[in-house]
């Protein structure tokens, strides 16, 4: 696959990088400009997928017991409906809260971003079905588990991150936002290289190794990649905070995972084609078309 194509079809579109690292080595490395390989973009809900791989590390080093810990820990004022919530529920999404975020493509979570305090919004939020139920996408599960994450280390999102994951990697051009209380926002609003994403999508296909260090437990990634709940037809299925596309369910011819930020950022893992592909455009109305074109062209590929 040399994806001559697909970078020639990204060229038409308002795509600022597209990466193909596969078999331990580049295959495709294509800029818009010259500048957009020094530029820090932002990843939007690309930040949910690593704020999953920071989870993984705080269990790993028996800072939060299990994903199975009820969230009531470390907030213990939440409502009596919400008591049976856990870990679980905010990685997959599956909290039953009247949340309102995603129809055919992610729309902006605007009274959760114009809120005073960020987690007492997503605590207050009623629900109306049962936890476990349905993946219903909520930017308020992300930002809870970074809460979580900063209650249960005493540290803040960021230095937890840098300590443990980019400081090892070499991930230095990292800015991130916080909420009005200084909590680093779990679901969106960080921004970094495309080439230290391609680090990211990389670890995740070495299963947590990086540099002959194991950064997270192989068991997390696995766990975290599986598919466990159908999301929205056009998108597949959830794991942790990651997509899922699951062969038999997808008409797709590899397990498949990604990540995805609004209006067209991915990391796309392929672990049996040893493949990890990185695209970030911006498209706020198609965003979905970056992702789309790439998956067709593996699929196509595979039917000779």
């Not at 909290?95 to 207050?124: C, L, M, Q, R, S």
């Not at 809460?147 to 990697?169: D, G, H, N, R, W």
């Not at 709940?229 to 590899?254: A, C, M």
Request: net charge negative.
């Amino acid at each position: 696959m040399n994806f001559r194509e697909v970078e020639e079809f990204f060229k038409t579109k308002n795509v600022h990088a597209f990466l193909v690292h596969q078999h331990g080595e580049k295959k495709v490395t294509y800029y818009k400009a010259e500048e957009c390989t020094s530029t820090p973009y932002k990843i939007n809900s690309i930040t949910k997928s690593i704020m999953a791989l920071l989870i993984g590390i705080a269990i790993d080093k028996g800072y939060i017991e299990n994903v199975h810990t009820p969230i009531k820990t470390w907030i213990p004022h939440i409502p009596k409906e919400k008591e049976k919530l856990t870990l679980y529920h905010l990685l997959t999404m599956t909290t039953g809260e009247k949340w309102y975020e995603f129809k055919k493509e992610a729309i902006f979570p605007k009274e959760f971003a114009n809120a005073n305090n960020w987690v007492e919004h997503i605590v207050d939020t009623p629900m109306n079905e049962d936890p476990g139920i349905a993946m219903n996408y909520n930017s308020g599960s992300s930002h809870l588990l970074s809460y979580i994450l900063q209650e249960a280390t005493s540290m803040t999102t960021e230095v937890f991150a840098m300590k443990y994951l980019f400081e090892p990697m070499r991930i230095e051009d990292v800015t991130w936002q916080q909420d009005a209380q200084g909590v680093y926002n779990g679901g969106f609003g960080m921004a970094m290289l495309v080439e230290d994403l391609l680090k990211i999508g990389i670890l995740c296909l070495q299963k947590g190794e990086w540099d002959g260090q194991q950064l997270i437990s192989k068991q997390w990634i696995e766990e975290s990649t599986e598919s466990l709940f159908r999301t929205y037809e056009h998108v597949g299925s959830y794991g942790y905070q990651w997509w899922i596309l699951n062969s038999h369910k997808d008409d797709f011819p590899y397990h498949t995972y990604f990540a995805m930020g609004f209006g067209g950022q991915f990391i796309i893992v392929i672990p049996q084609l040893e493949l990890v592909s990185v695209i970030h455009s911006y498209m706020p109305k198609r965003g979905l078309i970056p992702l789309q074109q790439f998956l067709a062209y593996i699929k196509n590929e595979y039917s000779f």
